[in-house]
């Protein structure tokens, strides 16, 4: 079983829609969530980090469900610049600098 | 932009050749990373250094010998690689506390013929 799983996608919406990314986690020993994005032939970069109240930035909405071992992303109206790659990734308690991703989940928004 | 940068940006190499990555950060960090990304696979760490030392090295073959002289830069030494081994490698680099940001370079597009 991989330790962060996510639907691979690709996802392709009208502009406009919101579309929700969910995401796995194995190891209930994890810590540390986040959403990072990675544009096409670019490198990855933080988009939010994920609290278990839940978080907001924007457009963009991040849940943690710890008895389920799940996290899921929000985007609401999207843009064309939202089409990237989104990866879901944990930490684990006591490794707080070693980083697991997910393969992530590809979004195209079409005009 | 992040303030990591990585030299070469594409490099091809035999499977005979020794050859080196270089990442350097301007962000005042001191803790950088290496991590692999192949094709439809998730990106895996490599190495961690923290303060210069390696902390973390996740069972990377001997043919990857990591290089940290000092808290801005970094290097990946490479010899005997084999075709598998081509992929993006990813420099990152982060402050040493908790659970910070991880700032991530262009990468370099390693081929091995």
């Known amino acids: 079983r991989k330790e962060v799983e996510q639907d691979p996608g690709p996802f392709n919406v009208p502009e406009g829609a919101t579309v929700a990314f969910n995401c796995t986690y194995s190891n209930s020993a994890s810590q540390s969530f986040f959403w990072y994005r990675q544009d096409c032939r670019k490198e990855p970069k933080l988009l939010m980090s994920?609290?278990?109240s839940g978080n907001e930035d924007g457009r963009f909405t991040a849940q943690l469900n710890r008895a389920s071992q799940y996290i899921s992303l929000l985007i609401r109206d999207s843009k064309l610049s939202d089409s990237a790659t989104y990866l879901c990734v944990v930490t684990l308690s006591g490794s707080a600098r070693q980083l697991t991703f997910g393969s992530g989940t590809q979004l195209t928004v079409l005009p | 932009e992040t303030g990591v940068t990585q030299t070469p940006r594409h490099l091809v190499m035999g499977m005979t050749n020794k050859k080196s990555l270089k990442c350097e950060q301007h962000?005042?960090?001191?803790?950088m990373y290496w991590y692999k990304q192949s094709a439809k696979k998730p990106l895996e760490l490599m190495f961690v250094?923290?303060?210069?030392?390696?902390?973390e090295n996740n069972s990377v073959p001997s043919r990857f010998s990591p290089e940290c002289p000092n808290s801005s830069h970094l290097f990946l030494h490479l010899h005997t690689l084999q075709p598998e081994d081509s992929a993006l490698y990813l420099c990152a680099s982060s402050s040493n506390t908790g659970t910070a940001e991880q700032f991530f370079g262009p990468g370099t597009r390693l081929t091995v013929l």
């Open positions: 994920v609290y278990s």
């Open positions: 962000l005042g960090h001191n803790a």
């Open positions: 250094y923290s303060l210069e030392e390696r902390v």
